[in-house]
């Protein structure tokens, strides 16, 4: 009897806690499908062609996203260039050269720390060390602002997937009497290019979010802008302007904008994944 | 023939002076290669320590103004120049607790689903769909947040709250005051939607790793599945979890966008939850571009040091618990 009702609370026990993780993921992906429902109700519906094509109005008046749609894209790639360089080469000396040093395990560590640290405090270093001694904001501090951001995803990607590639590779290179940087070149960076390409784009799908270390650095700005010397708008902040106003309309683009950063994301990581996956 | 001798012994002296230069130059080649990397690794060093002096300096003004009063003053005047950081601080903190008060088990229990129940052909798509969550950009929880979550929380649970709990003796301070919609809890709970695919996706990772042998054998003397997590999953993993709620930890202290939306940007420590209040980040957000003076700045700069200290030290903490783990693991 005794040993039967102890059964009975053990299974007991177990059928609540199985239906409380039950329950748990059901809430979690909750979320997913609330913030992705309201975002494509909102952002559709003020979806058209003219985002694409005019600049942010002044309150009241029709308009669209190109201004902030095109600085967006500059910033980012401007970091991406210089971000990613780095990146790959620190990595390359963390996984070929320096593989047992001290200096690689204490430059993981910090580069961990710096792939999570608060973007906000990128923000303030980039203007400190770059627009109050430049006087202005710019684009380039904006772009300098990602591409911190950038190098850490870089380094830890191509870090990892260089410790991937087989020993045999790099002394069969060596054997025929390539030189160390040719092995790595030729050999270790071509074994692992699926894998550091997906690390470059998690990185872009990182920044194009990003919104805290561009609001003092790239600014923003009403008008169409060429010049990264210049401050610049980007869709990030526009949408944190626009969000944040009592205008209806601009409210509209701020959802919009919304939408196009969000399938931005998503399908740069859905892309990341199906590259990685394949081998 | 002596002159063909000559000739093809010059050949060869001089096909190795060229061998030798070309070697030579490879040599060079990968000499500057492998400078140029250990380069870029202490780059990687030297913006970490970029970011700490030049965070330092840009304090100096507000830290030798207001000393030590900075982090346990309230007032934060732009008009009297008195700045003291206690409110941000304070709303920092409570927000990340209520966030992982409600994150951890949440996640944790994702993470058994996924681990011990989920069927197999459902665990790919489920795990994707929610590093997808963790992938979405904060701004996007933040405008979620304003038009849609606030508004609802104002109407629903807020009410809910001060008509049960506002009237239970101990803790009603908690939940003192008008549903504003906006305020910390709803910068919690959107912190701890956040935060929950990090330590859903980490803790999901150091389950997997526990050693099927283990596993297999408590089922085998008759484990129920929650007893297997409960007694040898979680032990065995700890640390590594520990080191995933540390990780979202710091993500929670420092996220800007998501909490400036929501978090009502009022300077002022109030004990009630309802009540709006504001974040190291929120105000950084919110007031840096419009801060005018030298010594406002330099506050607002003090206040990001303060939290890229905080933060700083619980990421090192997060990050050697999961180094232990993955040590154990190997």
């Given at each position: 009897?005794?040993?039967s009702?102890l059964y009975?609370?053990?299974r007991r026990?177990?059928?609540i806690?199985?239906?409380?993780?039950?329950?748990a993921?059901a809430?979690g992906l909750g979320?997913?499908?609330?913030i992705?429902?309201?975002l494509?109700?909102?952002?559709?519906?003020?979806l058209?062609?003219q985002?694409?094509?005019q600049?942010?109005?002044?309150p009241?008046?029709?308009?669209g996203?190109?201004?902030p749609i095109?600085?967006?894209?500059?910033?980012?790639?401007l970091a991406v260039i210089?971000?990613?360089?780095?990146?790959?080469l620190?990595g390359?000396y963390m996984a070929?050269?320096?593989r047992y040093?001290r200096l690689?395990?204490?430059?993981?560590?910090?580069?961990?720390?710096?792939?999570s640290?608060p973007s906000?405090v990128v923000g303030?270093?980039?203007?400190?060390?770059?627009?109050?001694?430049?006087?202005?904001?710019?684009g380039?501090?904006g772009s300098?602002?990602l591409?911190?951001?950038v190098?850490?995803?870089?380094v830890?990607?191509t870090?990892d997937?260089?410790?991937l590639?087989?020993?045999?590779?790099r002394e069969?290179?060596?054997?025929?009497?390539l030189?160390?940087a040719?092995?790595?070149?030729?050999?270790?960076?071509r074994?692992?290019?699926a894998?550091?390409?997906?690390?470059?784009l998690l990185?872009v799908?990182?920044?194009?979010?990003?919104?805290?270390?561009l609001l003092f650095?790239?600014?923003n700005n009403?008008f169409?802008?060429w010049?990264l010397d210049a401050?610049?708008?980007?869709l990030?902040v526009?949408?944190?302007?626009?969000?944040?106003?009592?205008y209806k309309?601009?409210?509209k683009?701020?959802?919009?904008?919304?939408?196009?950063?969000?399938?931005t994301?998503l399908?740069?990581?859905?892309a990341?994944r199906a590259?990685?996956?394949r081998? | 023939?002596?002159?063909?001798?000559?000739?093809s012994?010059?050949a060869?002296?001089?096909?190795?002076?060229?061998?030798?230069?070309a070697l030579d130059?490879?040599?060079?080649?990968?000499?500057?290669?492998r400078l140029?990397?250990?380069?870029?690794?202490l780059?990687v060093?030297?913006?970490?320590g970029?970011?700490?002096?030049?965070?330092?300096?840009g304090?100096?003004?507000?830290l030798r103004?207001?000393?030590?009063?900075?982090?346990?003053?309230?007032r934060?005047n732009?008009?009297?120049?008195?700045f003291?950081?206690?409110?941000?601080i304070y709303?920092?903190l409570?927000?990340?607790?209520?966030a992982m008060?409600?994150a951890?088990p949440?996640g944790?229990?994702?993470?058994?689903f996924?681990?011990?129940?989920?069927?197999m052909?459902?665990?790919?798509?489920?795990?994707?769909?929610?590093?997808l969550?963790?992938?979405?950009?904060?701004i996007?929880?933040?405008i979620?947040g304003l038009?849609?979550?606030?508004?609802?929380?104002?109407?629903?649970?807020?009410?809910f709250?001060i008509?049960t709990?506002g009237?239970v003796?101990i803790?009603?301070?908690?939940?003192?005051g008008?549903?504003?919609?906006?305020?910390?809890?709803t910068?919690s709970?959107i912190?701890?939607?956040?935060?929950?695919p990090?330590?859903?996706?980490?803790s999901?990772?150091v389950?997997?790793a526990v050693p099927p042998v283990l596993?297999?054998?408590?089922?085998?003397?008759?484990?129920?599945?929650?007893?297997?997590v409960?007694?040898v999953?979680?032990?065995y993993t700890?640390?590594?979890?520990?080191?995933?709620v540390?990780?979202?930890l710091g993500?929670?202290?420092?996220e800007?966008?998501?909490?400036?939306?929501v978090?009502g940007?009022?300077?002022?420590?109030?004990?009630s939850?309802l009540a709006?209040g504001?974040?190291?980040?929120?105000t950084i957000?919110?007031?840096?571009?419009?801060?005018?003076?030298?010594l406002y700045?330099?506050s607002l700069?003090?206040?990001?040091?303060?939290?890229f200290?905080?933060t700083?030290?619980?990421?090192?903490i997060?990050?050697y618990?999961l180094?232990r783990?993955?040590?154990r693991?190997?």
């Amino acid at each position: 009897m005794a040993a039967s009702s102890l059964y009975a609370g053990r299974r007991r026990r177990n059928i609540i806690a199985m239906s409380l993780s039950l329950a748990a993921t059901a809430f979690g992906l909750g979320w997913l499908v609330l913030i992705l429902g309201v975002l494509l109700w909102e952002g559709f519906s003020g979806l058209s062609l003219q985002v694409f094509t005019q600049d942010t109005p002044p309150p009241g008046s029709a308009g669209g996203l190109l201004n902030p749609i095109i600085g967006s894209l500059m910033l980012t790639g401007l970091a991406v260039i210089i971000g990613t360089p780095i990146g790959i080469l620190a990595g390359t000396y963390m996984a070929e050269y320096g593989r047992y040093d001290r200096l690689t395990s204490v430059v993981r560590f910090i580069n961990d720390i710096l792939l999570s640290a608060p973007s906000i405090v990128v923000g303030l270093f980039i203007y400190e060390v770059m627009v109050y001694p430049m006087g202005h904001f710019s684009g380039y501090a904006g772009s300098v602002a990602l591409a911190v951001i950038v190098m850490p995803v870089v380094v830890r990607t191509t870090e990892d997937m260089l410790i991937l590639v087989p020993n045999q590779l790099r002394e069969a290179a060596a054997a025929i009497g390539l030189p160390r940087a040719f092995i790595i070149g030729r050999v270790c960076y071509r074994a692992a290019k699926a894998g550091m390409i997906t690390g470059v784009l998690l990185a872009v799908a990182r920044i194009s979010g990003e919104t805290a270390p561009l609001l003092f650095t790239a600014l923003n700005n009403q008008f169409r802008s060429w010049n990264l010397d210049a401050p610049m708008a980007s869709l990030p902040v526009v949408i944190f302007q626009f969000a944040l106003s009592p205008y209806k309309d601009w409210q509209k683009l701020a959802w919009t904008g919304a939408l196009i950063i969000t399938f931005t994301v998503l399908a740069l990581s859905i892309a990341a994944r199906a590259l990685s996956s394949r081998k | 023939m002596v002159d063909v001798a000559l000739q093809s012994e010059a050949a060869v002296l001089s096909a190795a002076a060229s061998r030798a230069k070309a070697l030579d130059r490879l040599r060079l080649g990968d000499r500057i290669f492998r400078l140029l990397t250990r380069a870029a690794a202490l780059a990687v060093l030297a913006i970490l320590g970029g970011v700490m002096v030049s965070l330092f300096i840009g304090s100096v003004p507000a830290l030798r103004e207001f000393g030590f009063s900075f982090l346990i003053e309230q007032r934060w005047n732009p008009v009297t120049e008195k700045f003291g950081a206690l409110a941000p601080i304070y709303g920092t903190l409570v927000t990340s607790f209520i966030a992982m008060l409600i994150a951890v088990p949440v996640g944790l229990m994702i993470a058994m689903f996924l681990t011990e129940l989920c069927p197999m052909w459902l665990r790919r798509p489920i795990g994707i769909a929610i590093e997808l969550l963790a992938g979405v950009p904060s701004i996007i929880y933040g405008i979620w947040g304003l038009f849609v979550f606030a508004p609802f929380l104002q109407e629903t649970l807020q009410p809910f709250l001060i008509s049960t709990l506002g009237n239970v003796p101990i803790v009603s301070p908690l939940f003192e005051g008008p549903p504003y919609g906006i305020g910390v809890l709803t910068a919690s709970l959107i912190l701890a939607i956040m935060v929950l695919p990090f330590i859903t996706s980490i803790s999901r990772d150091v389950f997997e790793a526990v050693p099927p042998v283990l596993k297999e054998a408590a089922y085998g003397v008759g484990c129920t599945t929650w007893e297997v997590v409960r007694y040898v999953v979680l032990p065995y993993t700890r640390v590594g979890v520990i080191g995933g709620v540390m990780l979202g930890l710091g993500r929670a202290l420092g996220e800007t966008m998501a909490v400036t939306f929501v978090i009502g940007n009022a300077h002022k420590v109030s004990a009630s939850i309802l009540a709006p209040g504001t974040t190291i980040s929120a105000t950084i957000a919110n007031e840096f571009t419009e801060a005018v003076g030298a010594l406002y700045t330099s506050s607002l700069i003090a206040l990001g040091l303060i939290l890229f200290f905080i933060t700083f030290v619980v990421l090192a903490i997060a990050r050697y618990m999961l180094l232990r783990i993955e040590r154990r693991i190997g």
